[in-house]
């Protein structure tokens, strides 16, 4: 396909296709999508954010949903493409989903590579009536790359016809201070997808330790990995904006202080899930000027 090369690995608005053709959708790493291709229902709520041009820190991750659409039983292959070659790395998983009550959740992830051949209904569910796959593509971006727009689009072949999610992905020169790894109890995959960046939150915010625990290999491990990237790079802006400043921008689309937050028991999502965003993008803003 074009100058782009396939890569292994990646993530909501879609290349138009004929009626029965293939398509792709792009989610952010709050909006779980069940095998009907709807977003389930603890992750509704406001409308969800177009991921076309997302802004990302330098030497952190970048965590998408991919949403895969093809004609029942048709073989599709897909791929993910860069420009430059090989700017960024990229892991790729496939979702699988878990009976939860009268739905479905994904959950556990599958690593998967490039090209990646499936059809729908996938090998692995047996579900009744499937239109799609889910994948997760998790994107580190290096801590020496220049601040620019770089090319990062999923892409899917199937019966001679091709779909194509043109994302251009902005790198800040934002640095993300190295974050240790470590393990700590995650939230029941039965709650909002945002759980899972609570407990880095509410450790930086409000002081309260997260609960010692091990998670197992979700989509809810990596967003909390994500947000213990964003709260160090908090901290290091502590210094040049201070606390007060940066708690009213995480919190900003929760309409809450720090205070409040602090002693809420339980949290209002009034835009859903995607709450986080607006506050990871005002810690992702640089001295870089986009043209």
Request: with cysteine.
């Amino acid at each position: 396909m074009a100058s782009l090369v396939a890569r292994v690995v990646l993530p909501a608005v879609l290349l138009a296709a004929p009626l029965g053709a293939q398509e792709i959708r792009v989610y952010s790493e709050f909006r779980r999508i069940d095998p009907f291709g709807e977003v389930i229902p603890q992750d509704r709520g406001g409308r969800p954010r177009e991921i076309l041009s997302p802004s990302t820190a330098r030497n952190s991750h970048a965590t998408f949903r991919v949403i895969v659409e093809a004609p029942a039983g048709a073989h599709y292959h897909l791929f993910v493409g860069t420009n430059p070659e090989d700017i960024f790395e990229i892991d790729l998983y496939k979702e699988m989903w878990r009976k939860d009550g009268d739905g479905w959740t994904p959950d556990r992830l599958l690593p998967i590579e490039t090209p990646y051949v499936s059809h729908i209904p996938d090998r692995y569910h047996g579900i009744a009536n499937q239109t799609v796959e889910a994948f997760v593509m998790d994107v580190f971006i290096p801590p020496g790359l220049d601040a620019g727009r770089y090319k990062l689009e999923p892409q899917v072949s199937c019966n001679g016809r091709w779909a194509i999610y043109p994302m251009e992905v902005r790198v800040s020169d934002v640095i993300a201070p190295d974050v240790p790894a470590s393990h700590r109890r995650l939230p029941a995959a039965s709650l909002p997808a945002d759980e899972a960046a609570m407990g880095p939150l509410r450790e930086y915010l409000c002081g309260t330790p997260e609960e010692n625990g091990n998670g197992r290999e979700s989509v809810r491990l990596l967003v909390r990995r994500n947000v213990l990237e964003d709260m160090a790079i908090a901290r290091a802006k502590e210094q040049e904006v201070g606390k007060d400043v940066l708690a009213r921008h995480l919190l900003e689309d929760l309409h809450m202080d720090a205070e409040g937050f602090c002693a809420a028991e339980e949290i209002e999502r009034p835009n859903g899930p995607e709450w986080y965003l607006r506050g990871r993008d005002f810690l992702y803003r640089g001295t870089f000027r986009w043209r």
